[in-house]
């Protein structure tokens, strides 16, 4: 089984009225459209795209939707907070799901992963992409790390295309 982590792209400064209505950037937004042709590079056929319902993070979804496919399902248990167990239970409600993207925010997603392969510690920057493999079903200290892409490389991917 494959999972997938996108952390949402730049949205600014958290807002005074409250950071749950944070938007997308217009750089974050750029920064994720310029991210498309990598992605569709790397071949990401998610089954499922399960999407924290904040703005920010369901925007972003949607633009990885647009690039490879699909079409992102908002889940509460994605909110800021979430554990792999909040992660695991949004993945159940597709059980034939073999290719599970979550898209979410931070500490949460490094969190996750640490917990699920052991590592000792993982750096997710906005826009940034990891992808973990596991024999089986996903549990703690069953994954590995495939690949984690900064996302200072979509830019240089976007100026050689």
Known sequence: ??????????????????????????RGRAALRAAAPLWRR???????????????????AELLCD??????????GLRPGASWGHLARAMAAHPDARRVMFVGHEPDLSAAMVELTGAASVRMRKGGLACLEFY?????GGGEIAWLIDPDLYAAD???A
Do not use: W
């Not at 950071?19 to 997308?24: I, P």
């Not at 089986?136 to 703690?140: A, Q, T």
């Open 136 to 140: 089986g079903v996903p549990e703690p």
């Open 158 to 160: 976007d100026e050689g």
């Open 67 to 76: 690039a490879v496919g699909g079409t992102p399902t908002a889940d509460d």
């Open 42 to 60: 790397l071949n990401l056929r998610p089954d499922v795209v399960i999407s924290s319902p904040l703005p920010r993070a369901l925007q972003t």
């Open 1 to 26: 089984m494959i999972l997938y982590f996108l952390r949402h792209g730049d949205a600014g400064a958290p807002l005074p009225t409250g950071d749950d209505a944070r938007e997308l950037s217009e």
